[in-house]
């Protein structure tokens, strides 16, 4: 539990050092030099040059109105955070104002405009970042971005630079001054680019592949760390021995971890390690592509008899697609599947939902409706990871009904 609470803690201390750092750059380099920047804090230093009225009142105003919609898609959790940083920046914005008249509002930079500009932007993005890092934001188009991120492979930074071209161009109404607006736009792109910079440094994976004499030992060890291994059989080619190969996608931050141990065991194998751009998976990211309506929802049935799948998926209609436990590359042979083979209907849905990712229908031939014990089975889920949802139904007409009630 303390491990826990520590976790959130730092995840708090994080979003109040991107809040704080977001606030001083906006007081001492972006308003002192009248440049726009993007979000709701755009809209705020717009209406401050335009009339005086203080940014973080008009970013207050309108963040309130925002917040119901990360409730909505983001879940309290995100919301929480979001609210602390929102409510956070409010108050650091306005310390930082004042801090800024105390020192005699000072140029830092003098009469160089595009030195502001650049160091505005690395200021305010990495401040978002810090924020994004610890699984906040600071809302606005933040909050937009989050929702888009969480369906979507789309990089948080693009999709704030697309939201806040609009903002930045209608700095010309303030100013009439088109050099005005190119600043905002080198100050958007170089604050985008600072954002996914940090965002996808934290993120980053190494790929691992490793030649040892000794392979078992070095991957029971890597699975024991929590990491995955796959081993591939190969050939040398000059000695014509059989090498086996194991791969391992691991963390940025657990490579040194990963050399420690392959040290410790074969001091003398060949390894490789390459960075990787991307991870999409069982312990990394979920693949957010938003599938088209045209494509049908797959399914599993727990059955090898054609006639069965066929009248089954006439009853669903053409939205669903049934495929059969081989068809997925399920080997109910092979010793790791042998709860397929289980007789309780239950364990080998959830088996194949758990380990395979698909929705999973099966019939239950001991159930019996008098006693209140419904035939069919599914077992859902949005990813294999998650809790199985293990439901109950009389005939495929409920399952078709409820699937497409609880369609996301």
């Known amino acids: 539990m303390k491990s826990k609470y520590t976790a959130v803690l730092i995840d708090y201390l994080t979003i109040t050092m991107g809040v704080c750092l ?63 940083a929102t409510f956070s920046l409010t108050f650091a914005i306005w310390a930082a104002q004042r801090i800024f008249e105390m020192v005699d509002k000072p140029l830092l930079f003098g ?16 401040g978002l970042a810090l924020c994004f890092m610890a699984g906040g934001s600071t809302g606005g188009t933040d909050i937009i971005a989050a929702i888009v991120n969480k369906y979507r492979n789309m990089s948080i930074g693009k999709v704030i630079m697309i939201v806040d071209i609009a903002i930045i161009s ?40 490793i030649f040892s004499r000794n392979p078992n030992q070095i991957a029971e060890t890597l699975v024991r760390n929590g990491m995955g291994v796959t081993i591939l059989n190969g050939e040398g080619f000059y000695t014509r021995s059989e090498r086996r190969v194991i791969i391992s996608v691991v963390n940025r931050r657990e490579r040194l971890l990963v050399f420690r141990m392959i040290k410790s065991i074969d001091p003398f194998a060949f390894v490789t390690m390459g960075n990787v ?18 494509n049908a929802h797959i399914m599993v049935m727990l059955t090898d008899d054609k006639q069965d799948m066929e009248n089954v998926n006439q009853q669903l209609g053409p939205g669903f697609q049934l495929r059969s436990v081989r068809e ?52 859902t889920g949005k990813a294999a990871t998650d809790h199985p949802n293990i439901q109950r139904f009389a005939t495929f007409e409920d399952v078709k009904n409820y699937l497409l009630k609880n369609k996301s």
């Open 111 to 126: 009469d160089e405009l595009f030195m502001a500009c650049i160091i505005s932007a690395i200021g305010t993005g990495s």
């Open 22 to 84: 977001y606030a001083m750059t906006l007081a001492f380099c972006v308003l002192p030099y009248k440049l726009t920047s993007g979000g709701v804090a755009g809209i705020g230093t717009l209406v401050f040059y335009a009339t005086g009225f203080e940014v973080q009142n008009t970013y207050i105003i309108i963040n309130v109105a925002l917040l119901g919609a990360a409730i909505i898609e983001l879940g309290w959790r995100f919301c929480i955070k979001t609210i602390y």
């Open 170 to 209: 209608s700095c010309y109404f303030v100013f009439h001054d088109i050099q005005r607006v190119v600043f905002g736009y080198v100050l958007l792109v170089l604050a985008t680019g600072t954002i996914d910079y940090w965002l996808g440094r934290n993120n980053q994976s190494v790929e691992f592949k």
């Open 277 to 294: 751009s991307g991870v999409w998976g069982e312990g990394f990211d979920i693949m957010k592509v938003k599938e088209s309506k045209a």
């Open 328 to 379: 997925i590359g399920c080997d109910t042979e092979h010793p790791i599947n042998k709860d397929i083979l289980s007789p309780d209907y239950v364990v080998r849905t959830r088996f194949v939902k758990y380990y395979y990712g698909y929705d999973c229908l099966a019939v239950d031939p001991n159930a019996n409706p008098q006693a209140g014990i419904l035939p069919i089975i599914l077992v």
